[in-house]
């Protein structure tokens, strides 16, 4: 099934998305909960057995009358996956030996079709494709054998990153000559330092502007359900600046696969229904793209073109950029 949230005449609801492509107001389904979010934490088998019926059913609400909101309403966390793509580990001087993790507002989050606002202080500001995984139980160190039993379903994400912002709030640190730079420094011994003054540098990074800022999180249209797809690491992913393909990649690449990067993160944070992990960047680049890496893809410069990700069984999530002046 396809489920989502959205907004008809200004009053929220969910419903799933019908065969003929309507949208079917879980309101007029028997037993059916409140909102989304409810449905994942608890789902009923006689609203799920009422919910297939009205998507064959069809007739319902046009796409076109709906404002499409983030299909999760509340989770209590959003957590990326820096770099999962074997393109970047290849060039990386320490590839990761696990997901290196970090966290997107909720607030950051807007729905299919909605703009992403971006500032021309911001600097440089991209694009990052990403299958994302909603979580449909309590996960607290889950084995990676059982790790996609606890998926309750697949979405698309687009991890809006702004290096500008990342520049502005980040900081280089170099102890006094004679001094060893204290732990951070010893944690940091597998770096090639140039020099001195570099084996005494500590360079740190704080990404909540560059990843969090409002609207960097659209995300949608729906949720597909886990019994959907088959396997989420073979899935094609492909992104579109207007019409034009500019990166097109698969699941495959990703160095760690959905079920390792959700068992990793609940060896550390308890997982609950409706949490939302993005699995890492499609970086590879189309043949005839004008863009070589994905920071070349500056959404400040595409005049107001919309962006497009579109993943194999899910579907596609669109976001017209809009240019804002500074305040």
Not at 145 to 173: H, M, Q, R
């Amino acid at each position: 099934m396809r489920l989502s949230s959205f907004s008809l005449n200004d009053r929220p609801s969910w419903g799933v998305v019908a065969d003929d492509g309507t949208i079917v107001d879980a309101r007029g389904v028997a037993g059916a909960p409140t909102t989304l979010d409810d449905h994942i934490e608890s789902p009923d088998p006689a609203v799920i057995t009422r919910l297939l019926a009205a998507a064959s059913a069809g007739g319902g609400i046009a796409p076109g009358d709906i404002t499409w909101l983030p299909p999760v309403r509340r989770p209590s966390k959003i957590m990326g996956v820096a770099i999962n793509n074997v393109i970047g580990q290849r060039i990386a001087h320490r590839p990761f030996a696990n997901p290196a993790f970090f966290f997107k507002p909720p607030s950051a989050r807007v729905g299919h079709g909605q703009p992403v606002v971006v500032h021309e202080s911001y600097g440089v500001t991209h694009p990052e494709p990403e299958l994302a995984v909603v979580i449909g139980k309590r996960a607290k160190h889950v084995a990676e054998a059982d790790a996609l039993s606890y998926v309750f379903g697949y979405t698309i994400i687009n991890d809006i990153t702004s290096p500008g912002l990342k520049a502005e709030d980040s900081i280089e640190l170099i102890a006094p000559p004679g001094t060893s730079g204290g732990a951070y420094s010893q944690l940091l011994s597998w770096r090639s330092n140039r020099d001195d003054d570099h084996a005494r540098s500590n360079y740190l990074t704080y990404h909540a502007r560059s990843k969090g800022t409002d609207t960097f999180g659209p995300i949608g249209p729906w949720i597909v359900t886990a019994d959907e797809i088959a396997d989420p690491n073979v899935l094609s992913v492909n992104s579109f600046d207007g019409d034009t393909p500019v990166f097109t990649d698969s699941t495959a690449n990703l160095l760690f696969p959905v079920q390792r990067v959700v068992s990793h993160a609940s060896a550390y944070l308890t997982l609950l229904p409706g949490d939302i992990i993005h699995c890492g960047t499609s970086m590879k680049a189309a043949d005839s793209s004008p863009y070589r890496g994905i920071t070349d893809w500056d959404i400040r410069r595409v005049d107001g073109r919309p962006m497009r990700i579109d993943i194999d069984g899910i579907g596609s999530l669109s976001s017209p950029v809009q240019w804002e002046r500074d305040r």
